[in-house]
């Protein structure tokens, strides 16, 4: 049974940074591209970045692209996302999530998700 847990979410103040965690298991996991995802109560999940099986190809929209930054350690297992320069509109639930399908940018395309971090950024 595949599983992914994130780890790494929690308060902050506006400003300062936090990098989240994804570890994956029973996948092969460098076979998957992986994504981050985003979701607060009552809206939809809303992606963040995405990054292909080998780490050579990475993706963000212009909400967060210079802030925010995945990664990924294949001999670990591990996804990273690491987040700069927080503001309080980014306190939301984060996911991680694996697809076959390569820098996938919608939850539709993910086959695997993890339970969620709660960050909330204070101001």
């Known amino acids: 049974q595949v599983q992914l847990v994130e780890s790494g979410g929690g308060l902050v103040q506006a400003g300062e940074s936090l990098r989240l965690s994804c570890t994956a298991s029973?996948?092969?996991?460098?076979?998957?591209?992986m994504g981050w995802f985003r979701q607060v109560p009552g809206k939809g999940r809303v992606f963040l970045a995405a990054i292909r099986g080998s780490g050579d190809v990475t993706y963000y929209p212009n909400s967060v692209k210079g802030r925010f930054t995945i990664s990924r350690d294949n001999a670990k297992n591990t996804l990273y996302l690491q987040m700069d320069s927080l503001k309080p509109e980014d306190t939301a639930v984060y996911y991680c999530?694996?697809?076959?399908?390569?820098?996938?940018?919608?939850?539709?395309?993910?086959?695997?998700w993890g339970q969620g971090t709660p960050v909330t950024v204070s101001s």
């Open positions: 999530a694996a697809t076959a399908v390569p820098v996938a940018t919608t939850p539709q395309n993910y086959e695997y």
């Open positions: 029973g996948l092969s996991f460098s076979s998957y591209s």
